[in-house]
T-cell receptor
Framework: QKEVEQNSGPLSVPEGAIASLNCTYS??????FFWYRQYSGKSPELIMS????GDKEDGRFTAQLNKASQYVSLLIRDSQPSDSATYLC?????????FGKGNQVVVIP | ETGVTQTPRHLVMGMTNKKSLKCEQH?????MYWYKQSAKKPLELMFV???????ENNSVPSRFSPECPNSSHLFLHLHTLQPEDSALYLC???????????????FGSGTRLTVV
């Protein structure tokens, strides 16, 4: 089983809609969870961190964590063309972060 | 300078060349990392340095040789590379506490390497 799984294919959303991204992880003792945004040809940029069960909101982004289900998600409200990027889920464990393969989001004007 | 800086931004090298990638972090972090990102593939962790000591080497070929002279600088020495080594090479840093990455990684802008 992969440490961090992001299974959804490319996600196309109309401008102004909500984009929803999901991530599951295998290490039950993981304490810290992150979402990174990566534009094509650029490096990953940290956009959200979450450490406790529940929701954490930052502007148009909301991260949701459920440690019992080993599940973390990212919602992007009022999606904009500038949100078109690949979103990487990362989970702490084994003295390092484990990254998922990422989900591509395309916001259609 | 702030954050994590990597040089050069782009590098084209022949298979017989020797070159080095440089990374410098200005964040006071105690851990540094090299990642490889190939097209359409996830991030691949190559090397980890905690407090200047190499703590992880993920079966990376010996044609890649890391060096960490101090907690702020990290190098990746390259020699006799293959075309399949062409990729984006990313450096990252973090503040580690007792093996838990509580604050995430800060990435540099990367070096786009092309081996011809």
């Amino acid at each position: 089983q992969k440490e961090v799984e992001q299974n959804s294919g490319p996600l196309s959303v109309p401008e102004g809609a909500i984009a929803s991204l999901n991530c599951t992880y295998s290490d039950r003792v993981s304490q810290s969870f992150f979402w990174y945004r990566q534009y094509s040809g650029k490096s990953p940029e940290l956009i959200m961190s979450i450490y406790s069960n529940g929701d954490k909101e930052d502007g148009r982004f909301t991260a949701q964590l459920n440690k019992a289900s080993q599940y973390v998600s990212l919602l992007i409200r009022d999606s904009q063309p500038s949100d078109s990027a690949t979103y990487l889920c990362a989970v702490s464990g084994n003295n390092r972060l484990a990254f998922g393969k990422g989900n591509q989001v395309v916001v259609i004007p | 300078e702030t954050g994590v800086t990597q040089t050069p931004r782009h590098l084209v090298m022949g298979m017989t060349n020797k070159k080095s990638l440089k990374c410098e972090q200005h964040l006071g972090h105690n851990a540094m990392y090299w990642y490889k990102q190939s097209a359409k593939k996830p991030l691949e962790l190559m090397f980890v340095y905690n407090f200047k000591e190499q703590t992880e080497n993920n079966s990376v070929p010996s044609r890649f040789s890391p060096e960490c002279p101090n907690s702020s600088h990290l190098f990746l020495h390259l020699h006799t590379l293959q075309p399949e080594d062409s990729a984006l090479y990313l450096c990252a840093s973090s503040q580690e506490r007792r093996g838990t990455s509580n604050y995430g990684y800060t990435f540099g802008s990367g070096t786009r390497l092309t081996v011809v």
